[in-house]
């Protein structure tokens, strides 16, 4: 016997008010910074410059919160090519 049928109807304006809500803010700074921990955590230590330029900025990107992990360091594009530090902290992210 086949249980009760469900239907589902968005509510899209809910919704969008939720992604771009302070509480939706809030959530995915919190998994950025999680990700900034583990990229520290992972940075090469030569001079320790590297970990140091790791930074978390949210912010409403159309919609919807957006919160960006990323580096302010001029060697950063060569670091991530060789150690790939911040593809590896998505990973400590979920």
């Not at 086949?2 to 959530?27: H, N, T, W």
């Not at 921990?37 to 900025?57: F, M, N, Q």
């Not at 060789?82 to 998505?90: D, H, I, P």
């Amino acid at each position: 016997m086949a249980g009760p049928r469900v239907k589902y109807e968005a509510d899209r304006r809910s919704m969008r008010a939720f992604l771009s809500s302070p509480e939706m803010a809030r959530i995915v700074e919190a998994v950025a910074r999680k990700g900034q921990a583990a990229a520290r955590a992972l940075a090469p230590r030569d001079t320790g410059d590297y970990a140091g330029s790791l930074k978390v900025d949210v912010q409403v990107y159309r919609d919807r919160q957006l919160a960006v992990l990323y580096s302010t360091s001029p060697y950063a594009g060569l670091i991530e090519a060789r150690e790939r530090v911040l593809g590896r902290a998505v990973d400590h992210m979920r």
